[in-house]
């Protein structure tokens, strides 16, 4: 399987304006490009009748060298593959946003609020998320790589051996400088300690398993929001584009980059340790995006991570061999009772102790949830291998024996 590797660069100041340089032409590319996409939306959308072709990767790159090139001489100064993939993510990026709308039932070209439907490409800042890709031919030694124009670039950590990347992308954040690429593993399948294993995700613990094993997430923007919002409101009265402004917002930045880092080493940790020791792991398909639209729980679900812990899982899960469940994010695992298997109907988030009137059954509601994200898994399982009885019933004695 492919996995992302990244690292941090160690660049000189003429590096570091020479790359600053690929990813403003990077991002030019990107910007006039956008500008005429969407000038061949709205002419589709006015002229139905007189409709224009939308523009591929390619028919973009040849707009830009005839049109654009010829009047930006600074494009020459740097490699041609940063424009080239500049417009290429472009027209990912548009395609996504089709099959988007598509599935949505939007028609992009006839909708006067095509901004609105979620995907579409954005103007790009200079100094918000600044990145290009290379391609070429790559050199990797030890502690340095070496890409066309620019020339060798060092690292603070020894650089994986034996893979000879088709292409790397280099990006920007806060004042840093990162180099990514693709690398190739093969599956490492680990001892599993047990068979089955539900998730349940929530704000007071991140992470709840149906084992009864408690995670809790890092709050990294609550335990830094007041310090953040000290040097926000200290910047407020600086002269934008100033030296002490440009030092303060670069300062920010790192905090920022500071808290996201403590909050992804969290999440590594726990989706590491539930996919080597899990076979086969239930966690609910949860709607992110609206539960963001929450804004009493906004900030709190945010800080979680609620998206990228399940990023995780889906790729740590082939490389260790174990198998991601997802559960309907319609199924009752919170109402439900994992006992006897009562469905309350209503149970509100002030009740953290789940009661069964029908049993009698106590559990904390969100262990309860998890146990019942392990069922859902383990009938979910069933349904898609085919197992009959006899084998369910010899997994879940096997589950027992090594639980106890």
């Not at 049109?67 to 740097?78: F, G, L, M, Q, R």
């Not at 439900?336 to 009698?360: P, Y």
């Not at 019942?372 to 024996?401: P, Y």
């Amino acid at each position: 399987m492919l996995l992302g590797f990244k690292t941090e660069l160690k660049v000189s100041k003429q590096q570091r304006l020479l790359l600053a340089q690929h990813a403003g032409v990077a991002r030019h590319a990107w910007n006039q490009g956008l500008a005429l996409c969407k000038q061949v939306i709205i002419h589709n959308r006015t002229n139905p009748d007189d409709k224009i072709k939308f523009p591929t990767a390619i028919d973009l790159h040849k707009w830009l060298v005839a049109a654009v090139k010829s009047t930006h001489p600074w494009y020459y100064e740097v490699s041609k593959c940063a424009p080239q993939y500049a417009l290429r993510h472009l027209s990912d990026a548009f395609k996504s946003f089709f099959n988007t709308s598509t599935s949505l039932g939007v028609d992009p070209e006839r909708s006067r609020r095509v901004k609105k439907v979620k995907g579409f490409p954005n103007f790009k800042k200079k100094g918000r998320h600044d990145s290009f890709t290379l391609d070429g031919v790559i050199h990797i030694d030890h502690k340095k790589v070496r890409v066309p124009i620019i020339g060798w670039l060092k690292t603070y950590e020894l650089l994986p051996f034996g893979y000879k990347p088709k292409s790397v992308t280099i990006s920007k954040q806060a004042d840093k400088w990162f180099i990514s690429w693709k690398i190739e593993l093969e599956t490492n399948e680990t001892p599993k300690k047990r068979e089955f294993v539900g998730v349940d995700l929530g704000i007071n613990h991140l992470a709840i398993l149906s084992t009864g094993v408690i995670f809790d997430g890092a709050k990294s923007y609550k335990r830094y929001e007041s310090k953040l919002a000290r040097m926000q409101y200290l910047n407020r009265h600086k002269q934008v584009g100033s030296h002490n402004y440009r030092k303060a917002q670069i300062k920010i930045a790192r905090l920022h980059q500071k808290i996201a880092n403590i909050r992804k080493d969290t999440l590594h940790k726990i989706t590491t340790y539930i996919s080597k020791n899990h076979a086969v792991i239930g966690i609910e398909d949860l709607n992110v995006s609206g539960m963001l639209a929450n804004g009493k729980l906004s900030k709190a679900i945010a800080d979680m991570g609620f998206y990228e812990f399940r990023r995780q899982l889906e790729y740590k899960t082939q490389l260790y061999g174990s198998k991601l469940v997802i559960v309907d994010r319609f199924y009752p695992s919170s109402k439900t009772c994992s006992s006897c298997g009562e469905k309350k109907s209503s149970l509100s988030l002030s009740q953290r102790v789940f009661t069964c009137e029908i049993c009698g059954f106590e559990c904390d509601r969100d262990v309860n949830a998890a146990i019942n994200l392990e069922k859902e898994a383990v009938r979910l399982t069933v349904l898609a291998c085919g197992l009959d009885s006899a084998d369910t019933s010899r997994m879940k004695q096997e589950e027992k024996a090594g639980s106890c």
